[in-house]
């Protein structure tokens, strides 16, 4: 792994000096192997599913499976394309959250494959023989043994992802805590940090300044101007949610 992805929560703060820096994440590149992954496992099994010419329903049910699962692939990615765009760490910080919510969806599928839920013409579509959800669960998701049947590596290329995911999401939440308590923690505990918080509170109101979630100080003209346009601030933000 040649970058940390603590690096990369640094680019997103900076991420307006680079706006296709995203490309260069690792956690993108690893959301499009996966969506690439998603629909070549969702194309064999609906080939799989018109050799089998299941009854109507069950057609229905793999078709609705298929969509369903490229979906969340999808959105996966582009959340974390959407976040990147945005114009504060903690928007970035909620659209990861939409990509993991996506990548958690997607792998809850898997498992469901490999228990054999759903069902085509009196049969279920499961996994390679011999493939368990027991198993798979128990195999590690790096390095990807490239022999695993598509499912399989399919189901652990999402646990990948959540794994690089979260700790990015964690990565950025620090750098907003550090940044909340950049002023306050100047002035200690106690007594004197009470008095230094009223302080910093009079300071801001005499020169119209508000201070945002991530700690950045900016006018209140400003900040009610991003409310008006979907941005951040203390007003509520815009997030559309799964990209799918």
């Known amino acids: 792994m040649k ?3 603590g ?6 703060i900076r991420r307006s000096n680079s706006p296709y820096g995203y490309k260069e994440l690792l956690v993108y590149k690893k959301a499009e192997e996966l969506q690439k992954a998603c629909a070549h496992f969702t194309s064999q099994m609906m080939q799989r599913a018109k050799r089998e010419k299941g009854d109507g329903k069950g057609w229905k049910t793999v078709s609705a499976l298929q969509d369903q699962m490229d979906r969340s692939a999808r959105s996966i990615k582009q959340n974390i394309v959407e976040g990147w765009k945005r114009n504060s760490t903690q928007e ?10 996506a990548n958690a969806e997607l792998e809850e599928d898997c498992d469901d494959i490999l228990k054999g839920i759903y069902e085509m013409g009196g049969r279920g579509i499961r996994g390679e023989m011999g493939w368990e959800i027991e198993k798979v669960e128990k195999l590690p998701f790096y390095p990807l043994p490239p022999h695993l049947p598509p499912l399989v590596q399919l189901k652990l290329r999402c646990k990948e992802l959540n794994f690089l ?5 964690t990565s950025l939440h620090q750098k907003m805590s550090e940044g909340s308590r950049v002023l306050g923690g100047a002035w200690g505990t106690g ?4 008095k230094g918080d009223e302080w910093i509170k009079q300071a801001l109101e005499e020169h119209d300044l508000v201070r945002l979630a991530d700690g950045r100080l900016v006018p209140k003209a400003e900040n009610g101007k991003k409310g008006e346009n979907g941005g951040n ?3 509520k933000t815009t997030g559309k949610g799964k990209g799918g």
Do not use: N, W
């Open 7 to 12: 690096d990369q929560s640094d680019m997103a």
């Open 3 to 5: 970058r940390q992805e």
């Open 233 to 235: 601030g203390e007003e």
């Open 165 to 169: 995911l979260t700790k990015l999401q």
């Open 92 to 101: 970035y910080h909620q659209f990861l959250g939409f990509s993991i919510a």
């Open 191 to 194: 007594e004197t940090g009470k």
